[in-house]
């Protein structure tokens, strides 16, 4: 008999009916005192070789309707390689068609990123001598909230922050900071030896793991969305702000990086703080030459196409990047990485994926690399 489960790490699906393999009808969960649903992760038994459809009825009412345009889910046997398996929207309806080779495999909205293997990351990042864990506090449901912080706060000329996965059904987001740290980690990698001894990186891998193991699209255990808190955090709604926010005011802030996953656009791009009254033209002028710099290191990044500056109205400053930009007067932007695939550099057979995301990471070395430079040069007075 075909069983449709979800009762694990991320898990998020309602059954409606699973007894026939050609029409397995199901709902996806919303967020716990949310609205916001989207992200899905369940587990399918007892089908191979039978072709299935199945139909996400509510798709119609999820956080991002656009996200279901060219969209195709992703399915994997092994809960390592995750493939895409044929998607379309029709009717209000997200309708998956997959015919399993075996009888246990797992659907999904992206390749999902366990707590275990956040907890494995924070352990791995440990062993290198220049990497030590803070436990800034507690989340709502009891979990550690981690940073990292490597290289020498004492002798650093300047801070980095990234933080990942506010939003935690974003999992290209944690991804991306293990290619990053891997980069960051590796000695025989002369810019990253460099950058490490010149910088030090505040890394918050991820800043929501209530809403990570719940299977949230947008919120954590009270089903706030952190990146609209920033203004305001509290202890009772959204800790894992406030201790993020307490912690770099200790530490200040020269560069910051908030990576996100977009559900609609088929593309990477960030969005800066251009738009935002009081910015500086020499900040805007880093935003944009980080950009620059990326997209010649990694043909995956694009910026053509991205958010409409002021699209965000009177929320934007209560949003992680722009906050921190204006509060630490620098360079802070927001990194979006798409659910879909990169329409202009196409992979069939996995579309975006984890391997992607985390080499883009590893490629934020170069334009970190060029924007001290170039604070160097500021600073020194030849600049001209
Ligand atoms: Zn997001």
């Not at 080779?101 to 791995?124: C, G, I, K, Q, V």
Request: charged share 20%.
């Amino acid at each position: 008999m075909l069983t449709v489960s979800c009762a694990f790490d991320a898990g998020n699906i309602e059954v409606v009916d699973q007894r026939n393999p050609a029409d397995i009808q199901l709902n996806i969960r919303k967020d716990h005192q949310s609205d916001f649903f989207q992200w899905f992760f369940y587990r399918v038994q007892g089908a191979a070789g039978q072709q299935l459809r199945m139909r996400l009825l509510n798709a119609d009412q999820a956080a991002y309707v656009d996200g279901w345009e060219d969209y195709q889910a992703v399915a994997s046997y092994d809960r390592e390689h995750w493939f895409r398996v044929p998607t379309r929207y029709e009717n209000g309806e997200l309708v998956i068609e997959h015919q399993p080779e075996t009888n246990s495999l797992y659907y999904a909205y992206f390749a999902p990123y366990s707590y275990e293997r956040h907890l494995d990351l924070l352990a791995w990042a440990e062993q290198h001598s220049n990497c030590r864990s803070v436990r800034l506090g507690q989340t709502l449901d009891g979990r550690d909230l981690d940073l990292l912080v490597v290289g020498n706060p004492a002798v650093a000329k300047a801070a980095v922050w990234v933080t990942a996965r506010q939003h935690p059904g974003e999992t290209m987001a944690e991804w991306l900071v293990e290619g990053f740290l891997e980069r960051l980690f590796d000695n025989d990698d002369a810019q990253a030896r460099r950058l490490s001894q010149q910088l030090v990186f505040f890394v918050v891998p991820n800043m929501n793991p209530d809403g990570s193991v719940r299977g949230h699209l947008r919120t954590n255990a009270a089903g706030v969305n952190l990146n609209r808190e920033w203004m305001t955090p509290s202890m009772e709604q959204s800790p894992e702000v406030y201790l993020v926010r307490q912690q770099m005011a200790q530490t200040g802030v020269d560069l910051h990086l908030d990576i996100h996953g977009d559900e609609a656009l088929p593309c990477n791009f960030i969005a800066g703080q251009e738009g935002i009254p009081d910015t500086s033209a020499a900040i805007l002028a880093a935003e944009q030459r980080f950009q620059e710099v990326l997209m010649t290191a990694n043909p995956d990044f694009q910026m053509e196409r991205g958010y409409e500056p002021g699209v965000f109205g009177e929320e934007t400053l209560t949003m992680c990047s722009n906050w921190v930009g204006q509060h630490h007067n620098c360079p802070a932007m927001t990194l979006e990485m798409p659910f879909k695939d990169y329409d202009l550099q196409p992979d069939p057979v996995q579309g975006w994926s984890a391997g992607r995301s985390a080499k883009l990471g590893a490629s934020l070395l170069d334009p970190i690399a060029d924007w001290l430079q170039n604070r160097d040069r500021t600073e020194s007075g030849d600049a001209c």
